[in-house]
Nanobody
Framework: VQLQASGGGLVQPGGSTRLSCAASGVILDDYSVGWFRQAPGKEREGVGC????????YFDDSVKGRFTISRDNAKSTVYLQMNSLKPEDTAVYYC????????????????????WGQGTLVTVSS
């Protein structure tokens, strides 16, 4: 099972970008998929998650209203659309696949997820 996160780069404040998490060796639609980020010198933190089954989406308050998550089952890919980006959004972003049944309290824990992508750097700067 491999997850490949891509789409990072340099973005101006207020700009947008879309990250992709593509899976091979697994049908990503069979998993909950979480997005995490890790800024320099900080711990990895949960950004958001789309659950398996009912497709409930959770977001951290810091990105709520600015980020969205969507799935393309035909491509076994999950997207993180990031709008109104701020310098504090600068981080390496990771996607991870985990079990069904996640909720707003459980999706934020890295130990919840069994599979991880390698991370993609998003830098928000003018």
């Amino acid at each position: 099972v491999q997850l490949q996160a891509s789409g990072g780069g340099l973005v101006q404040p207020g700009g947008s970008t879309r990250l992709s998490c593509a899976a091979s060796g697994v049908i990503l639609d069979d998993y909950s998929v979480g997005w995490f980020r890790q800024a320099p010198g900080k711990e990895r933190e949960g950004v958001g998650c789309v659950t398996y089954g009912d497709r409930t989406i959770y977001f951290d308050d810091s990105v709520k209203g600015r980020f969205t998550i969507s799935r393309d089952n035909a491509k076994s890919t999950v997207y993180l659309q990031m709008n109104s980006l701020k310098p504090e959004d600068t981080a390496v972003y990771y996607c991870a696949a985990g079990p069904p049944g996640l909720n707003s309290g459980s999706y934020i824990y890295t130990s919840t997820y069994g599979y991880w992508g390698q991370g993609t750097l998003v830098t928000v700067s003018s």
